[in-house]
């Protein structure tokens, strides 16, 4: 499948840059609600995943030409990791960690689709200003944020000072917040401050709604994108919003799909997203593209292509 057709401006060159989190994926699709103290029997497959490596790969997948992931690993795991991210179409820049091991997720499928995630995210948080440099800037069009880089101080450190040598370079920024239950830990004030200098937010709607104490979705996306000029909230199933400069500007319907597990789906929409606006299209017609590959990525087991 290809990215999105150019509507707007001149077709983009250079790469697109994500910094985030590689992740092994423990994935038990469990039929029947889960029997406490006992066995509940399920399909249990280990994939790799993580969301800067999930919509990394989607992004190569819808058409991107040039992606590059930065991100850390246990070294035990590195190779494995890295050669999933290669045969993905995307260019690994792994960090193997010699003292914590590759996050791990479980998540839990049951019978609606629905996925619960129980998180360790070893080696994950413990990406660093050291492992930065404005070098792994030469060349590249777009740098993607995965949110989960702003809970703990070093990754937090790490994205900010990426921003911030993006910003000086000219270079614009995306960020997805990643996780409610995190921002919630975390607190929503720090998370705000540090959206400072990006240019685009992707937030599903729950974590819109925690961003802002608001709990209509549109109303959500408007309020944000006084802060990041461009926020398109996912809705799931039923579409997205996009919202530019303090007011909605268009409302994307769903793409009908039967889902089979939703892991991953709101990484496949940034990933599409990302490189539709990459060939060049609006944001209306890249959030289009982005509901294109969410239902696309409901239809397989696992977060990737």
Known sequence: MTGASVTEAPVTAGALLVIGDVVTDVVARHRSPLARGTDTAARIRVLPGGAGANAACWAAHWGCGDVRLLGRVGDGEAGWHEKRLRNAGVRPLLIPDPEAPTATVIALVDAT????????????LRISPADWSPSLLDGVAHLHLSGYLLFADSSRQLALLALESARARGVPVSVDPASAGFIAELGVDRVLAALDGADVLIPNADEARLLTGLSDPAGAAAVLSRQVPLTVVTLGAEG??????????????????????????????????????LAGADAREAAAQGCRAGAEAVRVIGGRP
């Open 113 to 124: 689709a629905e996925r619960t995630f129980l998180t360790d995210s070893g080696a994950v």
């Open 240 to 277: 997205a919003l996009v919202a530019e400069s303090g007011r909605v500007t268009a409302r994307v319907p769903p793409v009908p799909a039967d889902a089979v597990d939703t892991t991953g789906a709101g990484d496949a929409f940034t990933g599409a997203f990302l490189a539709a606006r």
